[in-house]
């Protein structure tokens, strides 16, 4: 299996910029996929394939990187945006991070 | 708009089975495959296999062969998966959802709890 290993927890003040990191055991090309998940709600897709900005979602959010290391970035963090962050390879059969929950100061 | 409505709550015995559903609407059913992933209390989540419903053709992890089944009713756009010699490992909210742009899953169903225990 490909392993995904993020970061387990970030603290950032509204209007800062966060970048969250999601590092592969192997290269999964660009098939790398963010998503967010608040409590209680099922996952939301953010970005697809590294960079590309899923319907509706804010510009705010953005997604770069190939190969084995990916980041999510959030220019700038609101309120709204405390939750889980997890990133999902789709290059082998799924697999997804351990997640990042994203705490406002 | 795309819509993935899953059944109930489910409480099973261990060894029991259960069967969820996942009903499709906003969308033609056959040209999306469905994906199902567990997600355990600690947030884990772990893709469990998928069905392509025109087909019926499907994709197991391997580690959720002989313990889930995926199946389709194209005449009713639902997708079911039946967990079989349930124990409390089993326990677990588990999601359906549509894949799309490389095996993202761009909608997902709300989710459905299944609790093990005797």
């Known amino acids: 299996d490909t392993v995904l290993t993020q970061s387990p927890a970030l603290a950032v003040s509204p209007g800062e910029r966060v970048s969250i990191s999601c590092r592969a055991s192997?290269?999964?090309?660009?098939?790398m996929h963010w998503y967010q998940q608040k409590p209680g709600q099922q996952p939301k897709l953010l970005i697809y394939k590294a960079s590309n900005l899923a319907s509706g979602v804010p510009a705010r959010f953005s997604g770069s990187g190939s190969g084995t290391d990916f980041t999510l970035t959030i220019d700038p963090v609101e309120a709204d945006d405390t939750a889980t962050y997890f990133c999902?390879?789709?290059?082998?059969?799924?697999?997804f991070g351990g997640g990042t929950k994203l705490e406002l100061k | 708009q795309v819509q993935l409505q899953q059944s109930g709550a489910e409480l099973a015995k261990p060894g029991s089975s259960v069967k969820i559903s996942c009903k499709a609407s906003g969308y033609t059913f056959t040209s999306y495959a469905m994906h199902w992933i567990k997600q355990t209390t600690g947030q884990a989540l772990e893709w469990t296999g998928y069905i392509a419903p025109g087909s019926g053709g499907t994709k197991y992890n391997e580690k959720f062969k002989g313990k889930a089944t995926l199946t389709v009713d194209k005449s009713s756009s639902t997708a079911y998966m039946q967990l079989s010699s349930l124990t409390p490992v089993d326990t677990a909210v588990y999601y359906c959802a549509r894949a799309l742009h490389g095996w993202s899953f761009d909608y997902w169903g709300q989710g459905v709890m299944v609790t093990v225990s005797s």
């Open positions: 999902q390879q789709s290059w082998n059969d799924p697999t």
């Open positions: 192997e290269g999964v090309n660009s098939y």
